[in-house]
């Protein structure tokens, strides 16, 4: 495919881009067979979304015009109200770090497709630039988007800097389309895997 797209004009820029298209939709066809059709993935996902519904709900509640009272039972209340907050979002923070955990299994086996890929895509294109950028980036972004070409045009682009934003930009949008994008409670509710422990937590 590459070498049939090479011999048209922008061909280069053509195959990178497929390339990069049809790695991402492998990448999710990985994902989805490994984690997302899975129940354990299904039941944490929903478990998220449960907890977070839960949260706002008490946050509003607590913000509310009727969270006011006398001062002994309002403090009570507070109390009570507070301990139970802390006790859904260490919930929702246990539920977020063990889908992380679940989704490692895919993310090596998709790492390794992609590091394939990418060596692939580097032996093909060594030294060729694959695309002509319309502006001179800014010299931090020239160093990627110039890497290992010949020559001193700053438009140049290598092959490392389109596949880079192709990657980003097609699987970031394939999974939305596919609504495999994590719940956007889960990437709020703590640091992930490797977090540092809730000091409210004795």
Not at 127 to 137: C, Q
Not at 183 to 192: E, F, H, I, S, T
């Amino acid at each position: 495919m590459a070498s049939a797209l090479s011999s048209l004009r922008y061909g280069d820029s053509l195959s990178v881009v497929a390339i990069s298209g049809a790695t991402a939709v492998l990448c999710e066809a990985i994902s989805w067979l490994l984690i997302y059709r899975t129940t354990t993935y299904n039941s944490l996902r929903a478990s998220i979304e449960r907890h977070s519904r839960k949260l706002d709900s008490m946050k509003s509640t607590a913000s509310g015009p009727g969270a006011s009272g006398g001062a002994g039972s309002s403090s009570q209340a507070a109390s009570s109200r507070a301990k139970k907050m802390d006790r859904v979002e260490t919930s929702l923070k246990d539920a977020s770090r063990e889908l992380s955990f679940a989704k490692l299994k895919s993310g090596a086996v998709v790492a390794a497709v992609l590091f394939v890929v990418f060596g692939l895509l580097n032996s093909l294109f060594e030294g060729r630039a694959v695309a002509k950028l319309p502006f001179a980036p800014v010299p931090l972004v020239q160093r990627m988007s110039h890497r290992g070409l010949p020559g001193n045009d700053p438009t140049d682009c290598a092959m490392v800097f389109l596949y880079f934003l192709c990657s980003m930009s097609i699987r970031t949008n394939l999974q939305k389309l596919l609504g495999f994008t994590p719940p956007r409670a889960a990437a709020g509710a703590g640091p992930g895997l490797f977090g540092m422990p809730d000091p409210k937590v004795n």
